[in-house]
């Protein structure tokens, strides 16, 4: 039996063009109910461009949106089932807070005893049932945030809009935040896309995540697959920190100077350029290669130099092997304890078979 949940929002074939710029390219998704998705990847990819033709703010080129079954490709945006947040909030400035989240309900019809009673509900959902009566100026930016979020929930959409809600906010408040957000998503239920530049972010709220990379998408998996799994050298470039050494692809093996590792290939050709890719945390301290008997892919290295970050020291290493190239370890507190590491130690670092990528050069 599948857990998949059923499907919500399709997105099929789809191109968006600004004159002879091509923005988006022949986008597939299918998003399910209930789902957090996250579109991810750096300034210019196609991002807020995909968000907003799901929107009907720019609509596609070619290609076809579905939403709950319906063809919602050519429906204007006021026809179109979603609520959303942007960045600036666009909250206004001369209403209170209570009639700001009223807004979209002020033209339905309803008595203005169940608005009422819809604003203080959602003004309960986001934590701020004092605040009906303030201006959005009294307010700070992380309360800002909640009173925009309740707006676009007030009308139940079937689909939430996020458009990098959490960008002009401190540090602190937005780790805060993200996980408001993750938690009210799961109370509602409700099916939501967040568009966002942040890899942290995207990580720890997501359900699925969708990198994109000049227009196209590069990879779609849950944060798990995308970390530990990434489909091209540009998702384990963009997602968390990488080592990355290049050389060629011979023999059912990667060639490191003296050291022939044993690798997780990703369809690799005989004799092509090929990079070679590592996580910080995945490299394996060991005091030499003696101590480290039976361990494959062993490099000798010196380590430079050592910063302690909180949980983990981040190390800099040098091997001859890699031709005088940095190697950056994360080491645990315990492991740097344990095997009393210290700048200008000559030792050994083990690249686990599982976690040492491979991905061919791009023609």
């Known amino acids: 039996m599948s857990n998949k949940p059923e499907s919500y929002l399709q997105i099929k074939e789809l191109w968006k063009a600004f004159g002879e710029f091509v923005a988006l390219k022949d986008i597939n ?100 049932p004092e605040q009906a009566e303030k201006y959005p100026a009294q307010l700070s930016g992380g309360q800002q945030q909640r009173i925009a979020l309740a707006r676009a929930l007030a009308i139940n959409p079937g689909l939430l809009l996020l458009d990098e809600p959490l960008s002009a906010l401190d540090a602190k408040v937005r780790v805060h935040l993200r996980h408001e957000i993750k938690e009210l998503q799961r109370k509602l239920g409700v099916t939501t896309i967040m568009v966002t530049h942040d890899q942290e972010e ?33 998702v384990a470039d963009f997602i968390g920190e990488t080592n990355k050494v290049a050389t060629t692809y011979q023999n059912g093996r990667v060639t490191l100077g003296s050291v022939s590792l044993t690798t997780k290939m990703q369809g690799v050709a005989e004799g092509a350029a090929v990079t070679v890719a590592v996580r910080p945390e995945d490299v394996v301290p060991h005091l030499s290669t003696a101590a480290a008997a039976g361990a494959a892919n062993l490099l000798p290295a010196r380590l430079m130099d050592m910063e302690f970050l909180g949980s983990y020291w981040r190390c800099h290493l040098q091997s001859d092997i890699l031709g005088g190239q940095d190697l950056i370890a994360n080491f645990s507190i315990n492991a740097v304890r344990r095997l009393d590491l210290k700048p200008g130690l000559e030792m050994a670092v083990e690249l686990p078979a599982e976690r040492v990528l491979v991905f061919a050069e791009r023609a």
């Open 29 to 128: 998704l299918d998003i399910g109910k209930g789902e957090f998705i996250c579109f991810l990847g750096p300034s210019g990819c196609g991002k807020t461009t995909l968000l907003r033709a799901v929107a009907g703010l720019d609509p596609q080129t070619r290609g076809q949106i579905f939403q709950g079954g319906q063809d919602v490709s050519n429906l204007p945006t006021s026809k179109r089932d979603y609520g959303i947040v942007f960045q600036s909030y666009a909250l206004f400035p001369n209403l209170t807070v209570a009639r700001n989240v009223a807004f979209g309900l002020e033209n339905t019809g309803r008595p203005k005893a169940d608005i009422k009673a819809r604003v203080a509900e959602l003004l309960a959902l986001v934590g701020l």
């Open 202 to 234: 995207a990580l720890s709220m997501a359900d699925r995540i969708v990198v994109m990379n000049h227009g196209t998408v590069e990879q779609i998996g849950t944060p798990t697959e995308i970390y530990r799994a990434p489909a091209s050298l540009f």
